[in-house]
T-cell receptor
Framework: AQSVSQHNHHVILSEAASLELGCNYS??????LFWYVQYPGQHLQLLLK??????LVKGIKGFEAEFIKSKFSFNLRKPSVQWSDTAEYFC???????????FGKGTKLSVKP | GAGVSQSPSNKVTEKGKDVELRCDPI?????LYWYRQSLGQGLEFLIY????????KSGLPSDRFSAERTGGSVSTLTIQRTQQEDSAVYLC?????????????FGPGTRLTVL
């Protein structure tokens, strides 16, 4: 069965620092990959998604992710974080027959002003 | 509607009581999903509807859980004889069509606390 691993449980950064959050998935075939964000007190929102084509995907709020098939990875990056990026970030992969997403356990990002 | 809505936003119940959680998807979305978000467990898929039909109910954690969808719109997740381990945030999502290429839009969730 497909699974998703997020390596970091909690990341603490200062403003303007660069961010990279790791995500690895288990299935080696065609994959649809997503990053969602949950700001404090808000619902899950889509940051970006990858289906095919250019492996470097740009999303909202300056985030990007790179799909590396050989590494089964889809890491999220941002060159310079802001305090407003404080949130929990979830990597997900399309699970298949039921149309459901399979989520990683999430990475909590705290940005110090 | 503008987004996925869920009600109630919070529900506190006593162990053994039944609860009903409601989801109102985005208008025109044919696919509807229920997930559960527990501390330390991440997001767990429960059940999916295409129209009014749920092809596979094996993701439901026990036979105390059931779900239905009527009119291709509103869905209700029912938990009978609630247990403390049912405490979690129950999330609903909808998409225009089922399948990995369509974005799932999430509601704000219902936080269920079983005392």
């Amino acid at each position: 069965a497909q699974s998703v691993s997020q390596h970091n449980h909690h990341v603490i950064l200062s403003e303007a620092a660069s961010l990279e959050l790791g995500c690895n998935y288990s299935y080696g075939g065609t994959v649809n990959l997503f990053w969602y964000v949950q700001y404090p007190g808000q619902h899950l929102q889509l940051l970006l998604k990858y289906f095919s084509g250019d492996p470097l995907v740009k999303g909202i709020k300056g985030f990007e992710a790179e799909f590396i098939k050989s590494k089964f990875s889809f890491n999220l990056r941002k060159p310079s974080v802001q305090w407003s990026d404080t949130a929990e970030y979830f990597c997900a992969v399309y699970g298949g027959s039921q149309g459901n997403l399979i989520f990683g356990k999430g990475t909590k990002l705290s940005v110090k002003p | 509607g503008a987004g996925v809505s869920q009600s109630p936003s919070n529900k506190v119940t006593e162990k053994g009581k039944d609860v009903e959680l409601r989801c109102d998807p985005i208008s025109g979305h044919t696919a509807l999903y229920w997930y559960r978000q527990s501390l330390g467990q991440g997001l767990e898929f429960l059940i999916y509807f295409q129209g009014n039909s749920a092809p596979d109910k094996s993701g439901l954690p026990s036979d105390r859980f059931s779900a239905e969808r009527t009119g291709g719109s509103v869905s209700t997740l029912t938990i009978q004889r609630t247990q403390q381990e049912d405490s979690a945030v129950y999330l609903c999502a909808s998409s225009f069509i089922a399948g990995g290429t369509d974005t799932q839009y999430f509601g704000p969730g219902t936080r269920l606390t079983v005392l």
